[in-house]
Nanobody
Framework: QVQLVESGGGLVQSGGSLRLSCSAS????????MGWFRQAPGKEREFVAG????????KFADSVKGRFTISRDNAKYTGYLQMNSLNADDTAVYYC????????????????????WGQGTQVTVSS
């Protein structure tokens, strides 16, 4: 069993920044790709960003490209999503996800490709 826990969400004003973290624990695994998704009320969950185990490959949704940065610290089994220039459209519950025992450079970008999910953290951007 693998547990993922997101933290760092909250309320920010439009134009502000937040950094989310995702900590992995539980069963030992050799590697994992990490992704971030978000879901707004009444909408389907969408891919936001992802990063390979090595950290060399990243992917971003067009809606956040240039504003968000993804990174990871494998020694701490923790990933991060730095969100800048936030606007109301970024309001959603943000989830981190892991594809375990995978060290390839291809970054999964869809829900079925991930094995484990965190509980989500709320991000609310006010205007």
């Amino acid at each position: 069993q693998v547990q993922l826990v997101e933290s760092g969400g909250g309320l920010v004003q439009s134009g502000g920044s937040l950094r989310l973290s995702c900590s992995a624990s539980g069963r030992t695994f050799s590697s994992y790709a990490m992704g971030w998704f978000r879901q707004a009320p009444g909408k389907e969950r969408e891919f936001v960003a992802g990063i390979s185990w090595s950290g060399s490959s990243t992917k971003f949704a067009d809606s956040v490209k240039g504003r968000f940065t993804i990174s990871r610290d494998n020694a701490k089994y923790t990933g991060y999503l730095q969100m800048n220039s936030l606007n109301a459209d970024d309001t959603a519950v943000y989830y981190c996800a892991a594809r375990v025992n995978y060290d390839g450079e291809y970054v999964p970008m869809s829900d079925p490709l991930y094995d484990y999910w965190g509980q989500g953290t709320q991000v609310t951007v006010s205007s």
